[in-house]
């Protein structure tokens, strides 16, 4: 148990400290910018896309953006129905991280690491945000190598091998573990991490690794349901809207997981990076699926919320 907890609490700790490190730079690169920006860029749904996709890339946090967004409502600045955008781009833009993993870049976390220490030793304000913002990614995949390292005394737990022997209801408890492991950890990204860790050491079968990302693209809504809870009706409204856009996806991608992990295998004969291309697919399709019907996607939000809202005209 000691070999699991001590990378997990390890790798957790690097992860969210990284991702804090950075945001923290951005913000005091680009705060009053990306708000803008988002503001400015979201008078229809494919902007909302475009710029909330782009945030995303920037902060590399769907929860970051969100709040952003949720801020901007509140401030009366954007309505609901322009969020739905923002939420739709925000889905892509997280995949960033789980594809830089698989390609390996992780390699070059210490020796941009040492950049950004000493660029934070300089007095210029932007370059001492820009070291932050450096160091903060750094520490983010050194986070990950950390949570990688847990897949090998994990594959050799029973009760996984009990759960991959299950061959009738594999998926389904691929998506519940998936579910309930990103719930816990709070980042999808993580979830992802340790899975593609288990699979390259042909841990698991391909199909329990991809139930495991479907799961975990419900896991994450967590973060944003807990965020919206003793807050406004729109913070409510856009935690739904992420909710159903994950949920509509994993209903859609559930009964082909057959076909996707074929479609992966010609991709690429690289098993982690055949998680991280189903990651991109579920993010793309679920997002370019949903964005031309923006405006009954987010009628139906407004019906499922708290006290809910009636359907825009």
Not at 30 to 40: A, D, I, T
Request: proline share 4%; hydrophobic share 55%; with cysteine.
């Amino acid at each position: 148990m000691r070999e699991i907890i001590i990378p997990l609490a390890t790798g957790m700790t690097l992860f969210l400290f990284g991702m804090k490190m950075m945001r923290l730079g951005l913000e005091r690169i680009s705060s009053q910018y990306l708000q803008q920006f988002l503001y400015r860029f979201t008078k229809t749904p494919y902007h909302g896309f475009f710029s909330g996709t782009i945030a995303t890339l920037l902060l590399q946090s769907s929860s970051a953006v969100t709040v952003i967004t949720i801020g901007l409502i509140n401030a009366g600045l954007i309505d609901f129905f322009q969020t739905i955008g923002i939420i739709l781009g925000t889905n892509v833009g997280t995949v960033v991280t789980v594809q830089l993993i698989a390609f390996n870049i992780g390699k070059w976390a210490v020796p941009a690491l040492l950049v950004g220490a000493m660029l934070i030793l300089f007095s210029n304000h932007k370059v001492r945000a820009t070291g932050l913002f450096i160091g903060g990614f750094s520490i983010i995949f050194l986070g990950m190598d950390a949570l990688q390292m847990i897949s090998v005394p994990i594959l050799r737990s029973s009760w996984l091998q009990s759960i991959v022997s299950l061959q009738e209801y594999q998926t389904m408890i691929g998506i519940l573990v998936g579910t309930l492991m990103t719930a816990l950890i709070q980042s999808s990204s993580a979830t992802i991490a340790m899975t593609m860790g288990m699979i390259y050491h042909n841990g698991i079968p391909l199909d329990f690794g991809l139930a495991i990302v479907l799961g975990a693209n419900i896991g994450t809504c967590f973060t944003a349901v807990l965020a919206s809870m003793g807050g406004s009706i729109e913070g409510k409204q856009v935690a739904i809207a992420h909710v159903l856009l994950n949920l509509l996806g994993v209903i859609l991608f559930y009964p082909f997981i057959p076909q996707f992990s074929e479609i992966v295998r010609v991709l690429t004969p690289y098993p982690a990076v055949q998680i991280a291309h189903f990651q991109l697919i579920f993010n793309l399709i679920s997002s370019l699926v949903v964005l031309p019907f923006a405006k009954p996607f987010a009628d139906l939000t407004l019906l499922l919320s708290p006290k809910g809202g009636s359907p825009q005209k």
